[in-house]
């Protein structure tokens, strides 16, 4: 389960972040996942809430995890429809050409946290 290594990221980051801000307890942490990131919401639900139980962190007792799932969209190279791809190869349903460009569906980034 690669989620666990990348909560384990995002907490490092948060909490130097946070620790900078003098923060004693972080309450919520956002994050943008998109479709094709490689990495699956559920998964990184249940390695945030292994982190938690730890208590060696700084994430609060009541500290939620919020996914926010990006859709994926692709641009065709061709006719340039937007589109949004099925599978990795995105096959344009307007030309039927292959080639198209991921716009969005790739990002995988903090959006934002709350502590105090
Ligand atoms: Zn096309």
Redesign the pocket.
């Known amino acids: 389960m690669h989620e666990l290594a990348l909560m384990g990221d995002i907490l490092n980051i948060v909490e130097n972040d946070a620790r900078q801000r003098n923060f004693q307890a972080i309450s919520n942490i956002s994050l943008v996942v998109g479709r094709f990131s490689n990495a699956m919401p559920e998964a990184l639900a249940m390695a945030f809430d292994m982190f938690k139980a730890q208590r060696n962190t700084l994430l609060s007792e009541e500290a939620e995890l919020t996914i926010i799932v990006e859709e994926a969209s692709a641009m ?1 190279p ?4 937007t589109y949004e791809p099925t599978q990795r190869i995105a096959v ?1 349903p ?4 292959p080639g ?1 460009q991921l716009k969005t569906g790739q990002t995988f980034q903090v959006q934002s946290y709350d502590g105090s």
């Open positions: 065709c061709f006719c340039e429809m344009c307007h030309c039927s050409m198209g």
